[in-house]
């Protein structure tokens, strides 16, 4: 439920509600606006009556979240949420920001090379696994702690910024030492011990969906990293599985905009693993950019024939550059820009 109070209501009629919130047992989340001031309340399970706070002084109106998820959702929060990241960069304002890097960090020259070719061709962050989350157990897992320091150095010399994946509420602490954004897979969308550590970390979370997740269920696993206090989440449609072996997975373009109507919060697309097909890639994310998406991730390697992962939908450097010269005209006629690389001296 949602307490709106009054363009004229004064701070102390605020603190009376949040009180009131308190007496009964549960926890209130003021959000002053723009207009005016909504408190939320959190840790009720079901309806609340809400007569007793539109009798009292101040309150316009009292709303109930009628979404099975709460601080998520736009009835909750009406103004698009924007992440920010070092450097002044944000996700979810106007810009769209281009993410990309190799499935896995391989080697230092794979990781290096590959950094600074994209952020010549306008990637502003460095993506790369170095705790991969592999089908099989026999196939790459990924260079783990070294991938780390690979891409602690990538950063430091090209002034990229770095997401990558914790794939257990262990992993968290150490990705975020290096990360700008802490990665949840699509196979650990539903992991709630590794949500809720996630959510007590200090850094935002890109939050990807799962292979054959509903929108209702991103946005509740969503819902526990803002419970625990953290509000600095990108969504990331990045394909669910279909019955169609044409393509590795079914992009679904449609969750962008469904997610801009249910939520605040921003989400990027990822047409590499949405797709696993790198002639499918640009098309797609051409697309996802026409749907509104606040951003891009998009697999690069410099050989993807040799990739140690997802090599069948890595593009090549060229293509990326190619893939960011349609994609910026695509964003330009939404009224919006590619965010730009920062100068690194
Ligand atoms: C990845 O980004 O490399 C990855 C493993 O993605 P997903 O979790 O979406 O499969
Ligand atoms: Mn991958």
Not at 113 to 128: K, M, N, S
Not at 144 to 157: H, N, P, S
Not at 293 to 302: F, K, R, S, T
Not at 304 to 329: I, K, T
Request: charged residues 25%; glycine residues 10%; hydrophobic residues 45%.
């Amino acid at each position: 439920m949602l307490v709106v109070m009054q363009h004229s209501a004064s701070d102390a009629e605020i603190a009376r509600v949040v009180e009131a919130i308190e007496e009964m047992g549960y926890q209130a989340r003021p959000m002053p606006g723009r207009q005016r001031t909504t408190v939320g309340i959190v840790g009720n399970d079901g309806k609340l009556d809400g007569s007793r706070f539109t009798a009292m002084p101040g309150v316009l109106e009292v709303i109930h979240v009628t979404q099975p998820y709460k601080q998520v959702s736009r009835e909750w929060k009406a103004e698009n949420s924007v992440v920010h990241l070092p450097g002044g960069l944000t996700i979810g304002g106007e810009e769209v920001v281009l993410m990309a890097g190799p499935c896995s960090v391989e080697s230092e020259s794979q990781i290096l090379g590959v950094a600074h070719a994209v952020r010549e061709a306008g990637a502003v962050i460095l993506r790369g696994g170095a705790f991969k989350p592999r089908t099989s157990p026999y196939s790459f897992q990924g260079l783990g702690r070294k991938g780390l320091e690979l891409l602690r150095r990538a950063r430091q010399e090209t002034g990229l910024l770095v997401v990558t994946e914790a794939l257990d509420p262990e992993g968290v602490d150490l990705v975020a030492e290096v990360a700008d954004i802490i990665q949840i897979g699509a196979r650990n969308m539903q992991n709630f011990s590794l949500l809720k550590r996630a959510g007590r970390a200090k850094k935002p979370v890109l939050l990807k969906r799962g292979i054959a997740a509903t929108i209702t269920e991103l946005l509740l696993s969503a819902e526990y990293l803002l419970a625990e206090g953290n509000d600095q989440i990108v969504l990331c449609e990045r394909g669910v599985r279909g019955f169609d072996p044409a393509t590795r997975n079914v992009f679904d373009v449609t969750a962008i905009p469904v997610v801009h109507k249910l939520s605040h919060l921003p989400i990027i697309a990822d047409p590499s693993h949405g797709t696993g097909l790198r002639d499918k890639v640009t098309p797609m994310a051409r697309a996802a950019v026409a749907a509104g998406a606040d951003g891009l991730l998009i697999e690069v390697h410099p050989d993807p024939d040799r990739a140690l992962s997802d090599g069948a939908q890595s593009l090549a450097p060229a293509q990326f550059v190619e893939l960011v010269r349609q994609v910026r005209a695509i964003a330009e006629v939404l009224g919006r820009r590619v965010a730009e690389p920062a100068e690194v001296s």
